[in-house]
């Protein structure tokens, strides 16, 4: 997921110690109750305990869920769509869904899913296996206007017809031979599939719905904890209620009754919605300066991280030995120094997975001979190197230390080029530019969410990474489990570092506005990800001094 995200300068915890691989849900210590003491009460309480504004950021809203790419949006959905699996609130290990069961083959390639009998719409429509199998294949018929349908390409044939290679829907390895079974057969064994199918784009959607270009015009049949009431966000409201959706099938430990998104123009009208008790939750920009009560301030590290990366799509930039000419002679431990959590590799050190190198090194010899070697000594006959920035002074100060190395040290000119945000994002699918920046949050708890986006097939491949020995170690992996396969995706990571197309900045830090003295069921957590479903209130806010007993 792509996220504009507001950082803090703080002491980072160890907060990826029990980030899980390839296992069982394990048991999260429950967190209900408040430490002795509480908080000072400097905001109104709640007029209504069963109705929660929340704050995002962004300047527009889609709901069609094959269609997005954003963290804003990733949350939006946890209210209105449910698949096979969701979320657990804490760990972000998947938790059964609509799935009530589900079995695997003997050669782990089969999976076979039964839905819950009372698996609902929120117009009472019986949730059927049939409309996995819709919503799925129209994904991949969309192509690049599905960002996330590559994700599909582990199911036998997915990829094929996504391609356009074929075009029959029965060599896709989906079936629903009836309303609660749906079988998925996949090109190999694959661990991490119930982790993959949290994601939003593995719902469901109703057949209404598929034939409909414009979501944003209610009623929409969705099967999620929630459902749209109001839309005004091409109104000057910029808002979206939802309320609770009653044929939901766990309907009696949904809390929350209502709940209203705003987004707000600026960090300023942020702050003055949580200072005037009206907002509960800030998911996006706000101005801490001007919060009146910053005791919700939550802090967490997150399984994301901000980099650069250099396209292969253009000549001469398709020669790797030039991309690592311009990566090794930047001067990192310059540019890296502001930052709490500096990466020197794409994926955040989990535990278990294997140590690499990273990258860390500016050799401007080694860079030099690079040059010479591809034919462009001291860059003779390279054209000007465009760099894409946003209108940020952080992201001026890198492009600056940059340009003026590579022109320094290599002879190679650079043309710097800004977009403001609502054109950025949209921006690096086209083919116009040679570098640009990019913040990725993990769809799911496992490296593959992040290495899967530089297969030369993927709807997110923006640098356009096409790489034979890449492939072939992803492919590789695929065949393999626990260990052996992340030493494998360790391996492709380091293909990506050392042949320069990614240049990692670093991990980046999860900042949300929120009491969690006065909402249960919000936690931190490494995907920054926080289901509307747990969320709730609870029944008093102690004073400071007071302890619970």
């Not at 504004?53 to 809203?61: H, K, R």
């Not at 794409?346 to 001979?369: C, H, R, S, V, W």
């Not at 320094?408 to 977009?419: A, M, R, S, T, Y």
């Not at 240049?503 to 509307?532: C, K, M, Q, R």
Request: one cysteine or more; hydrophobic letters at 40%; a negative charge.
């Amino acid at each position: 997921m792509k996220k504009k995200l507001v950082y803090f300068t703080l002491v980072c915890l160890p907060f990826f110690a029990a980030f899980p691989q390839d296992g069982e849900l394990r048991d999260t210590p429950s967190t209900d109750g408040v430490p002795p003491g509480g908080i000072a009460e400097t905001r109104p309480a709640a007029a209504n305990l069963e109705e929660l504004t929340v704050l995002l950021s962004g300047m527009e809203l889609e709901l069609d869920f094959r269609k997005s790419y954003l963290a804003s949006e990733a949350q939006v959905y946890t209210a209105l769509y449910e698949g096979l699996f969701s979320y657990h609130p804490s760990s972000m290990e998947p938790i059964p869904a609509a799935a009530s069961s589900w079995d695997l083959s003997e050669d782990k390639k089969q999976w076979t899913f039964t839905l819950r009998e009372d698996a609902r719409y929120n117009n009472g429509d019986p949730v059927k296996a049939a409309d996995f199998r819709a919503a799925w294949i129209s994904s991949l018929e969309m192509g690049d206007a599905s960002p996330y349908s590559s994700l599909l390409d582990i199911i036998e044939g997915a990829r094929d017809y996504r391609l356009g290679i074929h075009n029959d829907r029965a060599k896709i390895g989906i079936e629903a031979p009836d309303d609660r079974t749906l079988k998925v057969k996949l090109v190999s064994p694959a661990s991490f599939f119930r982790r993959i199918l949290c994601h939003h784009s593995f719902s469901p959607i109703h057949p209404s719905m598929l034939a409909k270009k414009d979501w944003s015009k209610i009623p929409l049949v969705s099967n999620g904890p929630f459902a749209i009431a109001e839309n005004n966000f091409n109104a000057e409201k910029h808002s979206v209620v939802f309320e609770r959706n009653e044929n939901y099938w766990d309907v009696e430990n949904v809390p929350l009754k209502k709940i209203t998104i705003k987004y707000p123009e600026d960090g300023d009208e942020a702050a003055a919605l949580w200072n005037s008790g009206e907002a509960r939750w800030i998911a996006g920009e706000v101005n801490v300066e001007a919060l009146t009560d910053r005791s919700g301030i939550e802090v967490n590290p997150m399984f994301a991280t901000h980099y650069y990366f250099i396209r292969s799509a253009r000549k001469p930039w398709n020669d790797w030995r030039l991309r690592r000419a311009l990566a090794i002679s930047i001067p990192w431990e310059e540019l890296r120094k502001e930052y709490i959590l500096p990466a020197k590799t794409l994926i955040f050190p989990l535990p278990g997975y294997p140590k690499i190198g990273g990258m860390d090194e500016t050799n401007i010899t080694e860079a030099q001979k690079l040059l010479k070697d591809s034919g462009h000594a001291k860059g003779k006959g390279l054209p000007d190197l465009i760099v894409r920035l946003t209108p940020s002074q952080e992201a001026a100060r890198i492009g600056a230390l940059m340009a003026k190395s590579w022109k320094e040290n290599l002879g190679i000119k650079v043309k710097i080029e800004v977009l403001p945000y609502e054109k950025y994002f949209g921006s690096l699918r086209g083919n116009d530019y040679d570098i640009a920046s990019s913040t990725w949050i993990g769809d799911f708890a496992d490296p593959y969410t992040f290495l899967q986006m530089w297969r030369k097939d993927s709807n997110l491949n923006d640098a356009r990474h096409n790489d034979s020995d890449y492939e072939k170690l992803i492919d590789d992996s695929m065949r393999q489990e626990g260990r052996e396969r992340w030493q494998t995706l360790a391996k492709a990571e380091e293909l990506l570092l050392d042949r320069g197309t990614v240049l990692p900045i670093y991990y980046s830090l999860a900042v949300n506005i929120i009491d969690t003295s006065e909402i249960d069921g919000w936690f931190g957590n490494a995907l920054d990800i926080h289901p509307f479903k747990y969320l709730s209130f609870k029944t008093f806010r102690p004073l400071p001094g007071v302890a619970l007993r």
